[in-house]
Structure formats: C-alpha cells, structure tokens
C-alpha cells in the first residue's frame, strides 16, 4: 500500500481512472475475513465504472486488518480440515502464473523477478523451480513469511513500501498478482515501478474483475469487495 499517510484519509471526491466527479454511492458491505461487523461504503464512478471504498480507513486502522491471521499470510493452514485441497489450489495458481511469465518474458540468471506484495510467497517460490534468476519479493507487513524463513531463505523479502524501492533496481518482471486493488495511490504506484524499470521490463497485473459474472451473481456479497482492504475494484475497460 504505497505512500499511504498515518493520518485520516480524505474521502474520494474524484474518480482516479477519468477524474470525473460524477460518483455515486453504490453499497454497504460489512469487513470480510475480520471479526468485526463495521460497514463500509463504495461508491462507483458514472463515466467508466470505477468502483472504490469511500471514505477509507487510516493507516493505523487498516493494520488492523492485516494481521497473523489474515487467511492470504497464513496459507492453506487456514483453510483446516480443507488444507490439502487449498494447498493443491495454491500450486496450481502459482504454476499458471509462473507460465504466463514464460510465454511473455525471456528470463536468465542475470534477470530480476520483483513481486508486489508478495505476501505469503509462494509465487516466488514456484519462480525458483523454473529461472535461475533472481527472485525479490516486497509487503509492508511480514506476517506471511515470518514463521517459514527456512522454507522461503531463496528469496529476497523485503518489508517496505513500493516508493521504498531503489531507483537503479530495474527488474525485468514486475508483477502485481492482487495487490493493484489494495493501493490507496495506484496512480503513484504505477509511476514509480515505471521509474525503476528498463526499457524492456514487463509488468504483469492481476485484479479481481468487477464486471465478472460471480460480481453479478453475489452482488454486495461478493469475494471481490474484500472489505476493507480493497480500496479500488476495476474492470477491463478502466484498468
């Protein structure tokens, strides 16, 4: 969550995507993953749909959020008597991911493989079985690989903030499986990775899609909002 203030956020006047001010409120939906019952307000813009939460939680309040016992930290041991089935879930997202990097990018052992909120890295992991090259992961919380450091002592995990990156990194992959929806700035976000990056630098950018049909199905109770910790949900169009 890049360059997020510690103090209250402002609500959101304008849509980030066209700058329009024709937004309107949308739902009310309670935090999702998190014990309390608190409701929340998302608005969406008019003009290309861009749906976010409004106001949204300060920087302390949203910590909150994302503790040891968020269920993306813990892995499939959250899941109980479920947990070789979410494991089995976990490889096989990992390993289509890990193919979409092979068929768009040409990596060696000189290459830099940089993930954005890497979370619980199991991605990166999987990346070490397929290049040789190097494998670095950021999240301003450590909480998803803290207690398995033997399992992940391969990869390069930092915990800092995206605007914390140095200038001179330039990965070769940069990749944003779910994170983009998390931003408070995604806009700022996505003007500093391009600071750092190379001319031939791939992004990969994966989001939950508000204009999906489990969307239209669940409606204000749909997986997507993940209360409150997404901050924008977008669609094709506006992405």
């Not at 066209?18 to 969406?44: E, G, P, R, W």
Request: net charge positive; hydrophobic share 30%.
């Amino acid at each position: 969550m890049n360059n997020i203030k510690k103090t209250n956020v402002e609500n959101i006047e304008k849509c980030i995507v066209c700058d329009s001010k024709a937004i309107n409120f949308l739902c009310s939906t309670k935090a999702m993953m998190h014990a309390s019952n608190k409701k929340f307000n998302f608005f969406i813009c008019k003009i290309c749909n861009l749906v976010f939460l409004n106001p949204r939680l300060s920087y302390q309040e949203l910590k909150n959020y994302y503790t040891g016992n968020y269920l993306p930290y813990k892995g499939p041991s959250s899941w109980g008597k479920y947990e070789k089935f979410a494991a089995i879930s976990q490889k096989r997202l990992d390993s289509r991911r890990v193919k979409i990097l092979k068929q768009h990018s040409t990596l060696n052992s000189g290459s830099l493989i940089l993930d954005i909120g890497c979370g619980n890295p199991t991605f990166l992991n999987t990346c070490g079985n397929s290049f040789k090259s190097t494998l670095m992961g950021i999240d301003f919380s450590d909480n998803g690989w803290k207690n398995e450091k033997k399992k992940y002592k391969k990869l390069n995990l930092i915990v800092g903030e995206v605007h914390d990156l140095p200038k001179n990194l330039q990965p070769d992959v940069i990749s944003l499986w779910h994170y983009l929806e998390h931003d408070y700035y995604p806009n700022k976000t996505l003007r500093k990775l391009a600071s750092i990056s190379n001319s031939k630098t791939k992004l990969f950018v994966e989001v939950p899609n508000y204009d999906s049909s489990s969307r239209r199905k669940y409606n204000e109770n749909w997986g997507g909002f993940h209360t409150p910790r997404h901050t924008f949900l977008f669609s094709p169009n506006n992405l």
